[in-house]
């Protein structure tokens, strides 16, 4: 088919033709009709759609252009929308940037335009062709008939202003005669200035009537026009609410006609057969955001080991020994090993020991519609966005970072191994338990303020403590310290970025987190993977975790490689499926991990490796011949009632519980939180706006602070003026002047991150009751 040929283009034309859209990985790039008219850039897949079918369009007034090469350019508007185009030749791509350029320049004037005259008006539909230039022709003439009548109002205001001057001269010169000569004279010259103030007065009553009855007419009409704009806004949100709940049925009527693996229909797991989001059917652009229909391969296969491993492994002293038994055997011989070790904490347990409590107050059945609020939220940072407590859970982000201290006996494990590999899987299964808690956590933790912290003192029951502090506000970042007397510590940065896509929300975790082993010197370091929740329009909330974690020893040069398997309608894995290798230095398998991370994880020692046959993509898997598979973590039942708790563990159930002596800033302590836990939902969301504004308040006094210290005499003495000053006063307009109380930031040399580290004093302090540092944040 050949190109249709364009006009060279010219301001305000519409601009048409074919171009090259990419689409996808597996359809490339494909052949889409583009308009350009009013500023919009809209495509479909052929010249008869433009009647009732628009595939996309794209706001020319905000975008960016880009060309890439002679025939390849990019349109974006800062991320939500990106179109990768192709044209036919170099001059027709030159063509349309032409044409692009000039639409986006006279987008930008008239949407300046529009802000300064303070209307905004309805966007022009890129297919309403004549009517909307009709439109737009007709507001722009009654804009100028109201511009010259402001003009006239303002002529007739200044000859009001000196006629009246005048007139008032003449009284004042007339009271001051005494001759009565004069007299007929000034009363002349006063009724002739009387009569042109007179004669202005009327002009400027005329005037403002006209200007009154131009605004009259027209604006009945702009009323009339808004309303039905608010009534499409409003019958389009609930098109894409209907399509959403279609498209839910349609993916539940697909599931009930497709034969499905076992695992689907075991009741056991709970709401793995939840929807996941899906792209809508209305362009295949979308395809790549959510295109899971084809099963990813596996990346190694594992098959039992020759019998002659299991009887050569009988006399192995080395730890193996204990993988190679029964299950019986292997927890009977962990149990002896904790007995008779003179580190465990079983002397503890005759001292007596705080109960902690099992249960919370319900929550609250109020009516929540997250759809009304997460609309207006699309694409930008939710972390800068103020939530009602209504879509949170009364823990802080501090106490969601200590719940992955609940399964700690994984480490105080890996701290008796004595091969490194062996302690690498226990740390690996670490990682993976901590996500166990978010399988059915919908709610939002609070944000935590800024020097906020939170203490979990587990000394006495489980051999550790821990101290969270909010280090960084805008980030937001936390800072995470734990060590147990078994030997290892735990340290973690951890700064969350979202994002809300529209169906789902991607919650992604930025830092590290750190575990060294005192007694090996084994420092191990991983990152988290990202959480996704998904059906924020409709249908149940459900919480996916999707991506890789390559834990590594810094030591040994040991590796763990685990991926989180997404979810996907189409697999026949297990799902929330977890997998990992350990190899050593020279990458080579030790073990293989296996499970699921809202259940339990298995390990298995690899006794031989091999080259198996290709994958479904051509790709070389590897078959590990492995001894049984020994189970290392199992996730704790939850609390009975927990699914009115929140879905807390028994852990979480205990965060919040008050505690005597801790810190004036520990999140306990934060009052909008209490009053959730609670029940008080309405005092909560007053109490937390108090707080915010309160935080923005001691901000605002610390840039002050800042700059005054900036512009000091000292300083301006000290430094002699030049373009180094103009910098710095330019950096104090928003300066970071907060300083963590109980942590510092260092460039770790081992890791060679940098991350804040806790420096000591917190746990001295709380012994004296000495909290005179706290600043005061509740």
């Not at 990106?82 to 032409?98: F, G, P």
């Not at 009271?175 to 400027?204: C, H, P, Y």
């Not at 836990?677 to 108090?690: F, L, P, T, Y």
């Not at 935080?695 to 430094?719: I, L």
Request: aromatic share 8%.
């Amino acid at each position: 088919m050949s190109e249709a040929k364009s006009p060279t283009p010219t301001p305000g034309d519409t601009y048409k033709g074919w171009l090259f859209k990419w689409t996808n990985y597996i359809k490339g790039y494909q052949r889409r009709w583009f308009v350009l008219s009013n500023g919009l850039l809209s495509y479909y897949r052929t010249q008869a759609e433009m009647g009732h079918t628009c595939r996309g369009t794209i706001n020319l007034a905000t975008a960016n252009i880009a060309v890439e090469d002679s025939c390849n350019f990019v349109i974006s508007n800062g991320g939500a929308q990106t179109y990768h185009l192709k044209a036919s030749s170099e001059v027709e791509r030159q063509r349309w940037i032409t044409a692009l350029e000039l639409a986006k320049a006279k987008a930008v004037q008239m949407q300046a335009e529009s802000d300064d005259s303070g209307d905004d008006f309805p966007a022009v539909s890129p297919n309403s062709g004549q009517g909307g230039d009709c439109r737009n022709t007709e507001i722009q003439s009654t804009l100028r008939t109201l511009n010259s009548k402001v003009e006239d109002l303002a002529t007739c205001n200044d000859l009001i202003v000196k006629h009246g001057s005048a007139l008032q001269r003449s009284l004042s010169e007339l009271e001051g005669l005494r001759v009565a000569v004069d007299m007929g004279e000034k009363v002349k010259q006063v009724t002739e200035r009387a009569t042109l103030f007179r004669i202005t007065s009327n002009a400027m009553i005329n005037a403002c009537r006209d200007f009154l009855s131009v605004a009259q007419s027209h604006s009945k009409r702009w009323q009339k026009a808004l309303q039905t704009e608010r009534e499409q806004r409003i019958r389009l949100e609930e098109t894409l609410e209907q399509l959403a709940k279609q498209h839910n049925h349609l993916e539940r009527a697909f599931r009930g006609a497709t034969v499905l693996p076992p695992s689907f229909s075991n009741p056991a797991l709970g709401n793995k057969g939840a929807v996941s989001g899906k792209a809508d059917a209305s362009d295949e652009d979308d395809d790549n955001e959510f295109f899971d229909a084809m099963e990813e391969p596996a990346e190694f296969i594992t098959v039992p080991a020759d019998p002659k491993y299991h009887r050569r492994s009988g006399s192995n002293i080395s730890g193996i020994s204990s993988e190679t038994g029964t299950d019986d055997q292997s927890v009977n011989f962990d149990e002896l090993s904790l007995a008779s070790n003179p580190e465990s904490p079983q002397p503890l347990e005759l001292e007596p020991v705080r109960q902690r409590r099992t249960r919370i107050p319900d929550k609250p059945n109020y009516y929540l519609n997250l759809w009304s609020i997460m609309k207006n939220c699309i694409g930008k940072e939710l972390s800068k966005i103020p939530m009602p407590v209504n879509f949170n859970e009364p823990l802080s982000m501090l106490q969601r970072l200590s719940e992955d201290l609940e399964y700690y006996e994984l480490l105080d494990k890996a701290a008796k191994c004595h091969s490194s590999l062996e302690q690498m899987c226990y740390v690996a299964a670490f990682t993976v338990s901590s996500y166990s808690t978010t399988v059915h956590r919908t709610g939002k933790p609070f944000n935590p303020l800024l020097g906020e912290t939170f203490e979990l003192d587990r000394h006495r029951e489980c051999g550790y403590r821990s101290l969270c502090e909010q280090v960084s506000h805008h980030p937001p970042a936390a800072a995470h310290h734990a060590f147990s007397e078994k030997g290892w510590t735990l340290r973690q940065e951890i700064t969350l970025a979202s994002k809300f896509r529209g169906k789902y929300l991607s919650i992604m975790p930025l830092g590290s987190i750190q575990c060294i082993f005192e007694k090996s010197n084994n420092h191990y370091s991983w990152k988290k993977v990202t959480t996704t929740v998904h059906n924020i329009i409709v249908g149940k909330l459900w919480i996916d975790q999707s991506g890789e974690i390559d834990v590594v020893n810094h030591k040994t040069g040991d590796r763990c490689h685990l991926k989180f398997a997404p979810y996907s309608y189409f697999s026949r894995d297990v799902p929330r499926k977890v997998t990992g290798v350990v190899t050593d230095k020279d990458g080579k398998a030790h073990y293989v991990l296996s499970g699921t991370w809202d259940e339990k994880m298995e390990f298995s020692k690899i006794m031989q490796s091999s080259k198996g046959e290709n994958g479904t993509e051509g790709k070389q898997r590897t078959v590990y011949q492995t001894l049984k598979a020994k189970e290392m973590w199992r996730k704790n039942p939850l609390p009975e009632g927990a699914e009115n708790m929140y879905y807390f563990s028994s852990l979480a159930l205990t965060l919040n519980e008050p505690e005597e002596g801790v810190a004036p800033t520990d999140s306990r302590r934060r009052p909008d939180q209490r009053l959730m836990e609670e029940g008080h939902w309405d005092e909560a969301n007053a109490e937390k706006q108090r707080l915010e504004e309160k935080q923005r308040s001691a901000r605002r006094e610390r840039e002050k602070e800042a700059v005054k210290a900036a512009s000091s005499p000292e300083e301006a003495d000290a430094k002699e003026p030049g373009p180094a000053s103009s910098e710095i006063s330019d950096e104090s307009a928003h300066p970071d002047t907060y300083q963590a109380l109980w942590f510092e930031k260092i460039d770790d040399p081992v890791s060679g991150e940098t991350l804040h580290i806790y420096k000591g004093g917190y746990w001295e302090a709380k012994e004296q009751g000495n909290w005179d540092l706290c600043p005061d944040i509740f």
